[in-house]
């Protein structure tokens, strides 16, 4: 059963962060320019929370703040859901389904390794499909 060390292994280790103190329109031009859909939030390099997307819609579009005054701190989800490299993708999966996430950061001890996306699982799940599927077609019909 592959691990979350595993999927990072092979997407790579990279985390876009934002400073608590950055602004919400800073934090979203960092998601922008890096084509994600969230960003840990650090305090003195350790993880404090996750901005998503979702966040700006609830917390700063609906509510109508001001995305250059509004600190990422402010409306930042603290409570985030980890899981550590060795927790297995189906747990990860299950998490995610049941607290209706899409991102879940890759944390040991404090430390930040990485971060996880529904994406990330369902690309694994599709890679796993193709080979089961190449090997299943070459029992049955040999290698072309």
């Known amino acids: 059963m592959p691990t979350a060390e595993q999927l990072l292994k092979h997407k790579g280790e990279k985390v876009v962060t934002v400073d608590k103190g950055a602004s919400v329109l800073e934090a979203a031009k960092a998601m922008n320019d890096h084509r994600i859909g969230a960003v840990i939030v650090t305090s003195v ?13 609830t917390r700063v579009v609906v509510t109508q703040r001001s995305v250059t005054e509004t600190k990422v701190g402010d409306v930042m989800t603290s409570s985030m859901a ?37 994406g990330d699982i369902l690309a694994n799940e599709v890679a796993h499909q193709e080979n089961t599927i190449q090997y299943l077609s070459e029992y049955l019909y040999g290698r072309s």
Not at 46 to 51: D, K, P, R, S, T
Not at 100 to 112: A, C, D, N, S, W
Request: with cysteine.
């Open 82 to 118: 980890c899981c550590t490299r060795a927790t297995k993708l189906t747990e990860c999966k299950a998490v995610m389904t049941d607290k209706k996430i899409r991102h879940l950061p890759v944390v040991e001890e404090g430390k930040l390794y990485g971060i996880i996306s529904s």
């Open 45 to 57: 390099d350790q993880a404090v929370g996750i901005f998503t997307e979702r966040d700006i819609l």
